[in-house]
């Protein structure tokens, strides 16, 4: 193990960041390996542009959104601590860790719901707004439907899930509707373990 | 004589005449069944016989004394084979009727163990009465013509996404599970069988092949037994597809096992070459299986994709190609259920786009007919053969076999679920390890390997159906009659109702790319990467070739979309449809039920006839009911159950309060200012072109049946009120003062609006 350690001591707060967020060792070099690949003019940070070199995220109809939600705040770029800040959320849920609060842990549900809100979100406001919702659906089913399908489906989905009836999606009403969905696994990448 | 099935209870039915006459019609196809064969002649042999008699007495003179023509003859043998074949199946169906009218019973003993008794109890008769019991289970018969149908039937209607993302931990389970067993009970079976040296013991005859063989054919998980039990239990979805698949991919261990061990129990020794061969065999056996299967399965589809023309037939294509896929697996010896499982699963998202909606219809209800008679068939026939059966006792083999088993099955599970968890992200917890371990059932399948065996190669063949036979009694009887209490003490997490919103559906996909993204992201080519590819490549080719016009294109959400409003439609025009609007109340009825039984009142009748000339009327009707087949793709129906059950009638006093809860919101829905609109097709798009092609005969405006397709034109015309003020300006003026009135197709310029809604509803076709 001692090139990884040699390794490990490139990585600025290491240890913190395991703690922050969870990682092991091991999943923390293959992270900062992989951040060293897309991180192409090895300035120690990452743009937009280096995202945008992965081919297969140009196909992903909502890989626009992704690459911003690792840009919070209007940031230019970002280093490895926030890169691997956000890919925590992505972490399988370890029901048999029992550490600290789990409430708090970067990869629980209402986290990992929160993160998924937050790219439909894109105004920030708290709520999904008709308008945020038009623009996912028409990202995600391009040109192979109608304006009014697309209105309509937008339309639907707001009144099943808007509670309190004021036209948005809040954040809890948006927990409620996915209540049924194991969150866990649909929001687990099984490399991160 | 016997007053219907031993499991009756008199005193709880027969108060009602109907359930009189049942009881009373029960008790005639026993008489019938009994008596006739013996009414008519003893055996066949004698009969045949006697016939050969008469015409050697006949044929030398023709002058023979003549008798009195006969106005009434009875000549049994000429309908023999196929009356008792029918006669069986009656007694099965009736059975399966008989059950379900005595409530306490069916929910304390599972079906499958009333049918074993039933069968017992047949064939005792038959015994008593001193006919030859027919051998039912005959091998034959048993993989030919009555594991097909449930096989089919499970593979269909295979919820392939929790398949798919479970495959990994099934394959486990199936393959090396299977192993584990066959070769720890064979191997134990044949120490136990060595002890004692010094009693002379029959059981010291046994080599350790046969030993062998014999724990490869009880190792394996029957899908029928499996099926038939954990239907009416009811658990979560990721525990019934673990149980069921490994039921049905160790398909193909069974086999190669079978095969290996029965070829050399004749030459006496395994040598390493031989397992290496094994080892190739079961690639070839599994994944030719899976090929021939797939091959067939693309055919199929690649058939339905030109029955536009001949819809009546379109069922027999899914059936025909199914079971030759079935057959040309077993032809090489590969593993037929692997191939029916693979040519269903192939098969269905194409065909359910091309063929028509009574088609789906056909297909589902023959499927679940055909595969639910079969494994009454199974259950009953099992039952009689235990009776039939030469039978050899010996205690203490049956009694290890047993014990045995169980001890395997807890051990394999818990040891590979603890391997597994290493890789799974939703861990296998204690209780579902034990719901695996005791859902781990065996079944007819292995009572007809026992009975293939060659009685010259084994001579224990007697024992070894004996003590197969107590094993499935065991598994049937105490794990079936317990597994429901135990769920329910354990308190493991039982199905969801399919009811998912249009929220879900939305989110699920939104992170289904997220996944995705994350991990190119991550450079991860994980699950979701590789799911994504093959979704772009079915896209982008295979759909075209395989699903004939425009349904290609259609994205799943739409479909989706479409199938909740068809929902909501039909289901307000069942509550008495006082509303304008349905609106944001989720639809749960379930789509099963498009023709209620209840007549729609007759106060929407009066009001919602709509006036349209009788040629869209009918395109109108065509193009709602190829869309309410979209339906069929969500519906999780591999649960024979759910058509047994009606949803529709239990949810009638839902549909009340949702009618209350409608009347509440039409208040609120005059403040609103979005809506549903009511898009139009431009003139020349492929969906008008395909509406216009699907518009056949003429149908009968006044039909009863077609009311109901009526309403709900007319409530989704209703829908036209208000129109979103930035609305395409594709809608023309139209008259604004409709309620739950239809105006007579008010404008001609582009199709009227009743049309355009049922376009918009086709128009991501």
Not at chain 2, 56 to 70: I, L, Q, S, V, Y
Not at chain 2, 436 to 461: Q, T
Not at chain 2, 612 to 619: A, D, T, V
């Amino acid at each position: 193990m001692g090139s990884s350690s040699s390794n490990m001591n490139h990585i600025p707060n290491a240890q913190e960041l395991m703690q922050e967020t969870g990682f092991s060792a091991a999943h923390l070099l293959r992270l900062y390996e992989r951040f060293e690949f897309l991180d192409r003019d090895g300035k120690g940070e990452l743009s937009p542009d280096d995202f945008e070199a992965v081919r297969e995220l140009a196909l992903n109809p909502i890989g626009g959104r992704i690459i911003e939600a690792f840009f919070p705040q209007g940031q230019e770029t970002v280093d490895f601590a926030s890169f691997v800040r956000v890919l925590a959320h992505f972490r399988p849920n370890d029901p048999n860790r029992k550490d600290g609060a789990q409430q708090d842990q970067a990869n629980s549900r209402t986290r990992k719901l929160k993160f998924a809100f937050q790219l439909y979100d894109q105004d920030r406001d708290g709520k999904i707004s008709r308008n945020e919702l038009l623009q996912v659906l028409r990202a995600m089913l391009g040109i192979q439907v109608t304006e009014e399908q697309l209105q309509s489906i937008a339309e639907r989905a707001i009144q099943e899930a808007d509670l309190d009836r004021d036209g948005a999606i809040s954040f809890d009403e948006f927990k409620k509707s996915l209540e049924k969905v194991n969150i866990d696994h649909k929001m687990s990448v099984r490399f991160l373990k | 004589m016997p007053s219907g099935a031993g499991s009756h209870n008199p005193a709880g039915i027969g108060r009602s005449l109907p359930e009189r006459g049942l009881l009373l019609l029960m008790v005639l196809v026993f008489l019938e069944g009994s008596v006739l064969p013996l009414g008519a002649a003893s055996s066949p042999d004698i009969r045949h016989q006697e016939n050969v008699d008469n015409h050697k007495a006949a044929d030398p003179g023709h002058n023979f004394t003549k008798k009195a023509f006969p106005v009434l003859d009875l000549d049994y043998k000429h309908i023999q084979t196929p009356f008792e074949i029918s006669l069986w199946v009656l007694l099965a169906s009736l059975m399966k009727l008989g059950f379900h009218l005595i409530p306490r019973l069916s929910s304390i003993v599972p079906e499958s163990c009333l049918l074993i008794t039933v069968g017992l109890l047949v064939g005792g008769l038959i015994k008593l009465a001193g006919e030859q019991v027919p051998p039912v289970l005959d091998s034959r018969l048993f993989f030919l013509c009555l594991l097909p149908p449930i096989i089919l039937d499970a593979g269909y209607f295979l919820p392939i996404r929790p398949f798919m993302e479970n495959l990994g931990t099934i394959l486990m389970f199936a393959v090396v599970g299977t192993l584990w067993n066959a070769f720890f009970i064979g191997g134990l079976l044949y120490a136990v069988c060595q002890i004692q040296p010094a009693n002379p013991n029959p059981l010291h005859a046994m080599e350790l092949l046969p030993c062998l063989l014999f724990g490869s054919i009880i190792s394996a998980v029957d899908p029928v037994a499996v099926l038939a039990v954990f239907e009416e239990i009811h658990i979560n979805e990721l525990l019934h597809i673990l149980v069921f698949g490994e039921s049905l991919l160790n398909d193909a261990v069974t086999v190669v096992l079978y095969h290996l061990f029965e070829e050399f129990a004749g030459a006496g020794t395994v040598t390493v070459m031989d397992g290496v061969l094994g080892v190739i065999s079961f690639l070839v056996v599994a994944l030719g299986g899976v090929l021939v299967g797939a091959i067939y399965g693309i055919l199929s589809a690649f058939t339905s994709r030109f029955t536009s023309h001949t819809r009546v037939i379109e069922p027999l294509f899914v059936f025909v190609y199914s079971y030759m896929a079935y057959l040309s697996a077993e032809m090489f010896h590969l593993s037929g259920i692997m191939a029916l499982i693979a040519c269903g699963a192939v098969m269905r998202p194409y065909v359910e786009a091309n063929i028509s909606h009574k088609s789906h219809t056909t297909i589902k209800y023959f499927l679940k007919m055909w595969s639910s008679v079969s494994e009454t068939l199974i259950f009953i026939f099992l039952g009689v053969a235990t009776v039939d059966g030469p039978h050899a006792w010996n205690w203490t083999f049956v009694t290890v076999t047993v014990i045995l088993c169980l001890v395997a099955r807890v051990i394999g599970v818990v040891g590979l679920t603890y391997v597994i968890n290493q890789f799974r992200i939703v861990k296998l917890t204690t209780k579902d390890q034990f719901i695996i371990a005791y859902g781990g059932l065996r079944g007819a399948i292995a009572f007809s390997l026992g009975f293939l065996l060659d009685k010259n190669h084994f001579p224990m063949r007697e024992m070894f159906l004996t003590a197969i036979i107590t094993v499935v009694f065991f598994t049937v009887f105490v794990q079936g009659m317990t597994i429901k209490p135990l769920v329910e003490l354990l308190a493991v997490k039982k199905k969801q109702e399919a009811k998912r919103s249009i929220n879900e559906e939305i989110h699920t996909q939104f992170l289904d790319h997220l996944l995705t993204g994350i991990e190119d992201i991550c450079g991860h080519y994980g699950h979701h990467h590789w799911k994504d590819k093959l979704n772009r490549f079915n896209k982008k080719y295979v759909k075209k070739c395989l699903i004939a016009g425009e349904r290609s294109k259609e994205p799943q959400l739409i479909a989706f979309y479409h199938k909740m409003e068809m929902k909501q439609a039909i289901e307000l025009v069942e509550s008495g449809g006082g509303v304008k609007l349905p609106s944001a109340v989720p639809s749960t009825v379930s789509m099963q039920n498009i023709q209620p039984k209840k007549p729609p009142p007759a106060k929407p009748a009066e009001r919602a006839l709509p006036q349209l000339p009788k040629g869209r009327e009918e395109e109108i009707r065509k193009i709602l009911r190829s869309n309410l087949q979209r339906t069929r793709q969500r519906l999780r129906s591999y649960n024979r159950h759910t058509l047994v059950a009606d949803p529709y009638e239990d949810g009638f006093g839902d549909l009340l309060l949702k009618k209350q809860r409608m009347i509440e919101l039409e208040k609120k829905i005059k403040d609103m200012s979005n809506y549903l609109t009511v898009p139009a097709a431009p003139p020349d798009s492929p969906t008008m072109c395909r509406a216009r092609l699907a518009s056949g005969k003429h149908i009968h405006l006044s039909s009863p049946q077609m009311q109901t397709l009526d309403y709900s034109t007319s409530t989704i015309f209703t829908r036209q009120d208000k129109t979103h003020p930035v609305a395409n300006s594709t809608h023309r003026d139209q008259t604004p003062t409709l309620s739950q009135h239809i105006t007579p197709a008010a404008t001609d310029i582009s199709p009227p609006p009743l049309m355009e809604i049922c376009l918009h509803v086709t128009a991501g076709m």
